[in-house]
C-alpha cells in the first residue's frame, strides 16, 4: 500500500472512533423552550384561545406597539386591501370608536410625510399581536416601565 493510501485509511479510522454513537446524538436533539424535540409534531397548535374582545391592552414598555384586544381571524390583509383600515383609519376610527392610526405610520424611512400609510407599516400584524392564554415559556421576573405602572 501507498504512504498517501495509509494515512487516509488511518485518519478514517481515528473519525469514525472520534464520533458519538448515533444514539448519543439523538439525546443531543434541538428542545424547545418548553423542552420538546423541535422535529416532533406540534401538539400546541390551536389549543391556545385568544383573550375575549375588549379595551386596548395596558403596554408594558415605552415604545410597545398597542396589542390587539380582539380577534383578528380571516382578516383580509394583503397588497391590495388590508382590514383593519375598515376601522382603524383616520376617515373611519371615530364611528367605529377604534384607535386610529399613529402619525408615525404616515412616514417613509427617510422621516419624510406621506399620504398614505407608510408599505413599511401597512402588514399590521409584524408589530401588533393578538393576545392569548398561553402559558409565559420560561419564568422572568420582567416589570413594566415605570413611566408605564
Known amino acids: 500500500m501507498s504512504q498517501p493510501r495509509i494515512r487516509i485509511i488511518a485518519l ?3 473519525l469514525a472512533f472520534a464520533l458519538p ?3 448519543s446524538l439523538a439525546e443531543d436533539a434541538v428542545k424547545t423552550l418548553r423542552n420538546a424535540d423541535v422535529a416532533a409534531p406540534d401538539d400546541t397548535a390551536g389549543q391556545y ?3 375575549p374582545d375588549g379595551q386596548p391592552l395596558p403596554r408594558d414598555y415605552v415604545q410597545q ?5 380582539h380577534k383578528i381571524d380571516g382578516y383580509e390583509v394583503t397588497l391590495n386591501f388590508n ?11 371615530r364611528e367605529t370608536g377604534a384607535t386610529k392610526v399613529s402619525l408615525t405610520h404616515f412616514k417613509d424611512r427617510d422621516g419624510g410625510e406621506l399620504s398614505n400609510i407608510s408599505p413599511r ?13 398561553a ?5 422572568n421576573n420582567f416589570m413594566r ?4 405602572r
Open 145 to 148: 416601565a415605570e413611566g408605564l
Open 21 to 23: 454513537p448515533a444514539a
Open 12 to 14: 478514517a479510522a481515528a
Open 135 to 139: 402559558k409565559p415559556l420560561v419564568d
Open 65 to 69: 406597539p398597542p396589542l390587539v384586544p
Open 49 to 51: 384561545r385568544l383573550l
Open 83 to 93: 382590514r383593519c383600515m375598515d376601522c382603524h383609519s383616520w376617515s373611519r376610527y
Open 121 to 133: 407599516r401597512y402588514f399590521c400584524v409584524q408589530c401588533h399581536t393578538p393576545q392569548t392564554d
